[in-house]
């Protein structure tokens, strides 16, 4: 019998497996027989806590996995998630953006990895929601450009892209044309436009497009609703309405004006008008211009119009009535009223005769209750008087707030037919003269009036007289400083000039008349009395005095202490009461030259040998201190000798035990000790020495130990020690 075995593997689980075997029995029949069996053989175990992962970049493969460790396989296999093989290696190289996994395999047991998402990072422009459309949309905003013009706008608000990457942006147009770069397109008109994005790594994006398109100005009227109502009489009761406004945007004005460009209303509809032309002008708060109705008319039936274009005025001569006023069309009127400034009616015809010179008015009216009432009329004086340019003038102006200006008119023609008045400024009112000199008047406006025969009367001149003052000293802020123990120390300062005319001259005088400054501070005096001369370029002047005393000082006495220094060493001296003045220092009491001297009343001597007595004196002037005395002593090096025994006997020999000590210890510290270390004696005091006695009680003979320490002058340590014997 012959037998042909075929063997399969399949995987019914981990590390189990089935055999199909196959032969050919005796008859020629083919049999199969399944066979399971387990191997004793581990499945793959796959670490990734170690991956290193890297994304794509601008669709360049450049991602990869890496560093996964696999123990037990025998073969590895990446797929991407539609199950496609796309590598054999356990380290995934040259891969984009996508989602893969690993799975390892060991004699048919196969373990699998968790799902890597690996990202291309491709730069785009950023999105947001629009929550009207419901979706996301690039992160822009467009400002629409008007018809015909480069007004409009697009500006990219934020960008996606690889990491911090600077990304540049490039705009072009249609024509595909650089039209501008970076994250604003501005001042361009309507058409298509594509941003171009570029990294410094390379990336590329060009596939964002912008239509702009123009803006729309959608605010309009509608006036077939319009309604007019008519003025009769030309009265304040026209109006319109009825005007609809299409399409607004915020809040919007509105303006009536009339045929000159007056505005009458800031309403929608207009009320309470005279008849006219009339149209609405509007705007609100969109990009439109401001829009215009066209001119509607309002009717104003039976209204009355006084026309003055051709109206001619005769003057009256002067206190004779002999004015007229003509040529005046009143339109639709019948009845006509002249009446005169104090309201009085002097004439009902449209042309009314013998008038005095004045102010006139026109009241027309007629059947249909309609009236008017003119402008005023101004009915001149015909005068007959000499011209200005026959005659001269002489005037001098007032100065330094004094009456002292004139006016003199010479040569005036035919004078002796002629009344002359001079009236002054609102301020000085009143008839100053009646001849045609005018003197010993201050600053003002002064006016030359001529009344001839016939009694018309005429300005003649005008002048006018600018003040001029004097100056003013202020001394508001005057601040007077005296002298100080007779060192010529006095100011005066704070004072100012007003008014006068500029330059102005100053002049500081003593009570010798000397000059002592020529501005306005003064300062380095002594006592005495000064004078404050101030003219002006007009030559008017002001004076003030002032006087400066003098101040003594009463010194106290400086202080310091004594000091000690080391030998050869300068000593150095600080004030402790310090008063503003010159410190002298003297090296003697009756030394008048001083060693040294300073305005701190400090002082560093020279080194020194021996003890030495200073004296100090402060002085401002002729105020001077009494002299303080500062005594120096020197200190030398300090020697030190401590016995080697005493007999504490009250022989009065040698009953003391104390060191001897020679110069200068800025501290000082002995003691005694037993020869079991206790002390037994100690002392601060260089006068003190140890009598043999602890507690009251006299020691026995024997050795005792001692110990010195201090400091000296200089502030080094000293430190000395020894033994003596107590003798009894």
């Known amino acids: 019998m012959a037998i042909k075995i075929t063997i399969l593997i399949l995987t019914l689980g981990i590390c189990t497996y089935s055999s199909f075997a196959s032969f050919v029995d005796t008859s020629g029949l083919i049999k199969t027989y399944i066979i399971k069996y387990t191997f004793d053989a581990p499945c793959p175990v796959i670490d990734i806590s170690q991956a290193l992962i890297k994304e794509d970049t601008c669709d360049k493969h450049l991602g990869f996995i890496r560093n996964i460790k696999v123990t037990g396989a025998t073969s590895y296999q990446w797929v991407n998630d539609e199950g496609t093989a796309v590598s054999n290696s356990i380290d995934l190289e040259n891969i984009t953006g996508g989602k893969y996994k690993l799975i390892a395999t060991n004699a048919g047991c196969i373990t699998e990895s968790n799902v890597f998402e690996i990202r291309n990072h491709n730069i785009n422009i ?50 595909n044309k650089i039209t501008a770069t970076g994250m604003l397109l501005e001042k361009v008109g309507n058409g298509m436009y594509t941003v171009n994005l570029e990294n410094v790594s390379g990336c590329k994006n060009t596939s964002e497009s912008f239509l702009l398109p123009n803006w729309e100005c959608k605010i309009g009227f509608d006036d077939t609703r319009l309604q007019i109502t008519n003025a009769p009489c030309n009265k304040s009761i026209g109006g319109i309405k009825g005007i609809l406004i299409n399409n607004i945007t915020g809040n919007i004005t509105y303006q009536w004006l009339d045929s000159t460009n007056k505005v009458v209303a800031t309403t929608l509809d207009l009320n309470n008008v005279r008849g006219g032309k009339y149209r609405l002008q509007f705007k609100d708060e969109s990009r439109c211009d401001t829009l215009y109705t066209p001119y509607y008319n309002i009717q104003s039936p039976d209204a009355i119009e006084i026309d003055t274009m051709a109206v001619k005025i005769k003057p009256s001569q002067c206190i004779i009535p002999t004015g007229t006023i003509h040529n005046i069309k009143a339109i639709n009127a019948t009845a006509f009223e002249w009446r005169d400034a104090t309201g009085n009616i002097i004439s009902n015809e449209l042309d009314p005769g013998n008038l005095h010179p004045g102010l006139y008015v026109l009241k027309a009216s007629n059947i249909n209750g309609c009236d008017v009432i003119s402008d005023p009329f101004v009915l001149p004086v015909s005068t007959e008087m000499a011209p200005s340019s026959l005659f001269r003038i002489e005037q001098k102006a007032p100065r330094c707030d004094s009456a002292n200006g004139f006016i003199k008119v010479f040569d005036f023609p035919d004078a002796q037919n002629y009344s002359f008045r001079w009236e002054a400024s609102v301020q000085q009112r009143g008839t100053l003269s009646h001849t045609t000199e005018l003197s010993s008047v201050p600053a003002g406006q002064y006016t030359l009036f001529a009344k001839n025969n016939k009694g018309c009367e005429q300005k003649i001149i005008t002048v006018n007289f600018e003040p001029m003052p004097a100056p003013v000293i202020d001394s508001s802020a005057l601040l007077v400083g005296n002298d100080f123990c007779e060192q010529g120390t006095g100011f005066i300062t704070g004072l100012k000039l007003n008014r006068g005319t500029s330059p102005l001259n100053i002049t500081w005088l003593d009570e010798n008349n000397n000059v002592r400054g020529t501005n306005m501070d003064i300062k380095q005096l002594p006592k005495g009395n000064y004078e404050l001369l101030v003219s002006d370029k007009m030559n008017c002047k002001v004076s003030s005095q002032y006087t400066i005393h003098d101040q003594y000082i009463n010194f106290s006495k400086p202080q310091y202490s004594n000091i000690t220094v080391p030998i050869y060493s300068s000593a150095t001296f600080t004030v402790s009461n310090f008063q503003p003045g010159n410190y002298l220092l003297f090296d003697s009491a009756a030394a008048t030259l001083p060693v040294q001297e300073n305005l701190t009343g400090n002082f560093t001597t020279k080194p020194l040998s021996s003890n030495k007595t200073y004296y100090v004196q402060v002085k401002a002037g002729v105020c001077e201190s009494e002299k303080a005395a500062i005594v120096v002593h020197v200190a030398e090096e300090p020697r030190i000798f401590v016995p080697t025994g005493f007999t504490p006997n009250r022989d009065g020999k040698n009953d003391l035990f104390k060191p001897g000590v020679y110069g200068f210890l800025q501290s000082y510290q002995f003691k005694v000790y037993d020869r079991w270390g206790t002390v037994v004696f100690h002392s601060n005091d260089l006068t003190q020495g140890w009598d043999g006695r602890y507690k009251g009680k006299e020691l026995t003979t024997g050795v005792y130990a001692w110990s010195l320490t201090g400091k000296d002058i200089q502030g080094s340590n000293i430190q000395k020690q020894g033994t003596m014997v107590l003798i009894r």
């Open 126 to 175: 950023g999105q947001r929601y629009d929550s009207a459309l419901g979706y996301n949309v690039p992160d822009v905003t467009y400002v629409l450009p008007d018809s015909g013009k480069q007004n409009g706008s697009i500006r990219i608000h934020s960008l996606t892209g690889t990491g911090n990457e600077e990304i540049s942006v490039t705009w072009r147009d249609g024509q």
